[in-house]
């Protein structure tokens, strides 16, 4: 102890110039939109670096179960090119369904957080990929997320799982749409909300995007109803749907690119 001390007494005018030249840079990032901007995305470069390197070690241990969903996925894929009629109870979606509107760019997830309340995912796809924030986030089974920040090389992902995350979604077998949220209670479940009480809500029912947002197309699957219930009001359910995503073990995913979405938000700012 007494060590350190006499270590401190001998640096102290280097170690003062050190405090003071820290505390500079952290107020010339915080009250410089530039500065913050490069920080950010230099920190993303470093730690996904990093999250990349633990996710290639973690990958090789779990190459057999993702082999089998891929080689699933690819024999779903096969039916269609083949004109099979999947099945109808199927909780996987083909992306060849939606329109030349959108973009699929496949990427991997190498770090996913699903405890705290505001949970993010790491994809080792960034800028040079033509990553851009608001682009949607999307496996085979179904919704992930939401593109939030992109470095060259990484973007960060706000999950469902997410108390901020705010998503368009309805009733599979009607138009009746609400706002898909999350509670922070289990990782399995999601909550809809704004659904009115004179749809047919029924247990088991299919819930998907309604396409009402350039992020999503519509009809991508989210889960299915585990129960629901009206609002203190009694003018709209309150709706817990079980995700058809294990979002607890995660690794390929798509980020979809809506191409007319540059179009769709000019019109909507002017």
Partial sequence: ????????????????????????????????????????????????????????????????????????????????????????????????????????????????????????????????????????????????????RTSNGYATVISVLNTTSQISAQLKKTNHFGTLTWNSESPELVQLIDIPKIAPVQVGDTIVTSGRSSIFPKNVLIGVIEDFKLDQAENFYEINVRLFNDMTNLEHVYVIQNIDKPEITKLLDE
Avoid: C, W
Wanted: charged fraction near 15%; charge should be positive; proline fraction near 1%.
């Fill in 1 to 148: 102890m007494q060590q350190i001390i006499n270590f401190i007494i001998r640096n102290k005018t280097f170690l003062l110039f050190l405090l003071l030249f820290s505390i500079s840079i952290l107020f010339t990032i915080q009250s410089h939109s530039y500065h913050k901007s490069k920080f950010i995305n230099s920190a993303n470069f470093l730690t996904g670096g990093v999250y990349n390197s633990i996710n290639n070690i973690s990958s090789y241990f779990n190459l057999k179960s993702q082999n089998q969903q891929l080689a699933e996925e690819n024999n779903r894929l096969r039916m269609v090119l083949y004109g099979s009629e999947s099945k109808k109870d199927s909780v996987y979606f083909d992306s060849i369904q939606f329109t030349s509107l959108y973009k699929f760019t496949p990427a991997n997830i190498i770090k996913n957080s699903y405890s705290s309340t505001n949970n993010l995912l790491t994809l080792n796809k960034g800028a040079k990929d033509s990553i851009k924030q608001d682009f949607g986030v999307i496996s085979s089974k179904g919704i992930i997320g939401i593109i939030d």
